[in-house]
């Protein structure tokens, strides 16, 4: 792997744990949020297996109250909540991600529309069905195989567009099949001149389309959005995660598998 790294590349070695010789990882898993619709088969498969929760406190279940007339998504809320205070996990409230449980650099495991827009602050994401989901429990890992990264080149002029648009932009330019294989890390003036809630938008709606998630640096936009959030590094700690997160910044001539510029001097080349 080159000296010069973008920041997909930095977080996977960072998270690396073993590559065996076909070439399949397994990476370590900071954070696994946990889904109503996943976690039961993975709870019972646990059980199944007599295997315990490898980091309780590093596996999120969300708390929140069942839609109104709704008995089938009541069942699997009380299911999980179930599982979760048996298991002892960590619990949370569904804004609570964005108070600082998530955070740049880190892994991220669980559902697509849970997890898919906190690339938005740098985060990098990992989609889980039940399967998945029982092995992140058991060993707060996944078996997977790095993805080729794309790096999107944003312009300054592509800044003032909705997420909406730049998505329709990009479909046009680099085509589904390209966004769909790719791990997406943007960079560029456009993106650095974009406020966070637009990064996540941006990330989210990437996530529905991308296998493998889409990804911002963390800037220090970044670090202003979570400074004194209620999970957020604080005190000594807070001074050493921003030095870490300002490490994540991609190295100078960083190697992509492919690169895009969106904006007024738009070409592609793979």
């Not at 008995?71 to 609570?96: I, S």
Request: hydrophobic share 45%.
């Amino acid at each position: 792997m080159s000296d010069a790294l973008g920041t997909y590349a930095k977080i996977w070695r960072a998270h690396l744990v073993h590559t065996d010789d076909a070439g399949a990882s397994l990476v370590y898993i900071d954070r696994h949020i946990l889904h109503t619709d996943t976690s039961a088969q993975a709870f019972d498969g646990l059980r199944l297996a007599q295997r315990d929760v490898r980091r309780a406190e590093a596996s999120f279940a969300p708390h929140a109250d069942a839609p109104t007339g709704n008995p089938v998504q009541a069942k699997l809320l009380d299911t999980l909540d179930a599982n979760a205070h048996e298991y002892h996990l960590a619990r949370f409230e569904n804004d609570e991600l964005a108070e600082g449980i998530l955070q740049p650099g880190m892994t991220v495991c669980g559902q697509r529309a849970d997890i898919g827009m906190f690339g938005g602050i740098g985060a990098v994401c990992f989609f889980t069905d039940a399967a998945a989901c029982e092995h992140a429990l058991a060993t707060q890992t996944l078996h997977l195989s790095a993805p080729p990264v794309m790096y999107i080149e944003m312009a300054a002029d592509m800044a003032a567009h909705s997420a909406e648009s730049l998505l329709a932009q990009l479909v046009q330019q680099a085509g589904l099949p390209a966004l769909r294989t790719h791990a997406l890390e943007i960079g560029g003036t456009g993106i650095a001149a974009m406020d966070i809630d637009a990064r996540l938008r941006l990330c989210a709606l990437l996530s529905g389309i991308s296998t493998f998630g889409a990804l911002v640096a963390p800037d220090e936009k970044t670090i202003d959005w979570l400074k004194g959030k209620s999970h957020a590094p604080s005190g000594r700690d807070w001074a050493f995660a921003c030095e870490y997160w300002e490490d994540l910044r991609a190295d100078e001539n960083a190697a992509y598998d492919a690169r895009i510029t969106l904006g007024s001097t738009a070409a592609r080349s793979a």
